[in-house]
């Protein structure tokens, strides 16, 4: 555990930093349209990608019994589709091309789509090594991947924004990042897999990817209706402010939500036969991750007003309301995505479906109804999602774990306060404090304030789930459950 959870870290840490040394650069050189523009061609090829990556990211991993044919049929069919939607992409873009004027940002959109689409067999190769990776509990491999591919990736773009290249030297980092994860994967393997049609590892393969495809296809649709949507509300300025305030929560909650689902996945799975055994292993990974994330999130979001001054300066203020309730979501969402992992490895993707098809419907009818308030709609309307998905989960799992919601609500209350009362002090700290005027020194103060204050109240009213934490850390078996 310790082992898995440092490589976490690292992965984390490293991510953070690169994203703050590319996120000060770029938001000095480019401009929030420039960002906006990026970031809505991101998320399209991200959805077009989902149908290449999605059928066999869990069925892979999920299967008691898999053979090496099947990694081979799986990397078949994903490259061969990853050629034929570059082929889509590029054709759309040809037909838009064919009605719009030259000038017109569907033109622009259109191509910049098509030729960020090159990213898509990258995508497919990554999905199935790190599912081959995530099979042999190989988690440390999968987060060094993820920060040398950041690594290429952050120089790339660096190289080309000082060369004036602007929107695609955004889109360089996550295109380099992608390709030399997916070649670190496939070196590292222990077992090398090779392209090999078979249709009955297909078909043994299918029996549980349907679900989790369409799941991954609604959860990616959701990203793209959330951005579409604050595109259309508020402009690509808004989109870009968003692309701002994502800059500074992604590299927390990408990591630790991928990374934590990939080891719960694993135990979660040896448990699928005996519901018993998974509400136990759930309830306890959530009280754990709890106390540990809890701080964390709402740490950021305390602090997200003085990140965002400092790394984008005072054009990009008006991205730190929308950082402060994505930070929000985040730690809302943090224990609840537990319930979604223990689902899936029950084989539940259908309820998964639902559940993020109606995060979607909720993010929508959110944005429309509080775009009146301004831009400070775009991060409510993701808690007020957050907090319906979490409603969802906990409703499902009753009939299917026999879960207590009350008591799994009161496993995460001791956390949630003290990390509550953590993020008011570091809030206060940040208005009050002398050094408010540099954004460096008044970050300092508030990360200061906030380990020791939570520490604090964890040593004095949580002090066995302290320690359980901590022996969890250390690779011992947890002594507090939910």
Not at 30 to 57: K, Q
Not at 312 to 327: H, K, M, T
Request: glycine fraction near 8%; charged fraction near 10%.
């Amino acid at each position: 555990m310790l082992k898995w959870l440092s490589s976490s870290l690292t992965d984390a840490l490293g991510r953070i930093l690169l994203k703050v040394v590319t996120t000060v650069v770029f938001a000095y050189w480019l401009s929030p349209e420039v960002f906006g523009r990026a970031s809505l061609t991101i998320v399209i090829v991200s959805l077009l990608a989902i149908v290449v990556t999605a059928p066999f990211e869990e069925s892979l991993v999920q299967r008691r019994v898999i053979r090496r044919a099947h990694f081979a049929a799986a990397l078949a069919l994903v490259l061969a589709g990853s050629m034929a939607l570059i082929g889509a992409a590029f054709a759309a873009a040809w037909a838009i091309s064919a009605f719009y004027p030259p000038e017109s940002e569907a033109v622009a959109l259109a191509w910049l789509v098509a030729g960020f689409s090159v990213i898509i067999p990258a995508h497919a190769g990554v999905a199935i090594f790190t599912a081959l990776a995530r099979r042999h509990r190989a988690f440390a491999r999968i987060a060094w991947s993820n920060l040398a591919g950041d690594a290429a990736g952050v120089g790339i773009g660096l190289v080309l924004v000082f060369a004036g290249v602007g929107v695609w030297s955004l889109l360089s980092v996550r295109l380099v990042s992608r390709f030399v994860t997916v070649l670190w994967l496939v070196v590292d393997a222990p077992v090398r897999i090779r392209p090999a049609w078979s249709a009955g590892g297909l078909g043994e393969l299918s029996s549980v990817a349907g679900w989790f495809f369409a799941a991954r296809c609604v959860d990616k649709a959701g990203d793209a209706v959330f951005q579409g949507i604050v595109a259309r509300l508020f402009g690509l300025e808004g989109a870009g402010y968003l692309n701002m305030a994502l800059r500074i929560i992604e590299p927390v909650r990408g990591p630790t939500a991928s990374v934590s689902h990939n080891i719960a996945m694993s135990f979660f799975v040896r448990a699928q036969d005996s519901s018993q055994r998974l509400r136990a292993a759930v309830a306890s990974t959530v009280s754990h991750t709890a106390m540990v994330l809890m701080p964390v999130f709402l740490g950021l979001a305390a602090c997200a007003p003085t990140l965002i001054a400092l790394l984008g300066g005072e054009r990009w203020a008006a991205a730190g309301p929308i950082a402060a309730g994505l930070a929000l979501a985040s730690a809302i969402g943090a224990t609840t995505h537990f319930l979604m992992t223990a689902l899936a490895a029950r084989g539940e993707a259908r309820l998964c479906c639902l559940a993020l098809t109606w995060e979607v419907i909720c993010v929508a009818a959110a944005l429309v109804m509080l775009y009146p308030v301004g831009l400070i709609a775009i991060g409510i309307a993701r808690m007020v999602s957050t907090f319906a998905l979490a409603g969802f989960y906990l409703r499902v799992a009753r009939p299917v774990f026999g879960i207590d919601r009350l008591a799994f609500v009161r496993s995460v209350v001791p956390s949630t306060i003290n990390a509550s009362l953590m993020a008011i002090l570091v809030v206060w700290v940040g208005h009050v404090t002398p050094l408010a005027a540099s954004p460096a020194l008044c970050l300092i103060a508030q990360v200061g304030v906030g380990v020791a204050v939570y520490a604090g109240l964890a040593f004095i009213f949580q002090r066995p789930m302290l320690y359980s934490v901590i022996g969890a850390l250390r690779g011992r078996k947890p002594a507090v459950a939910a």
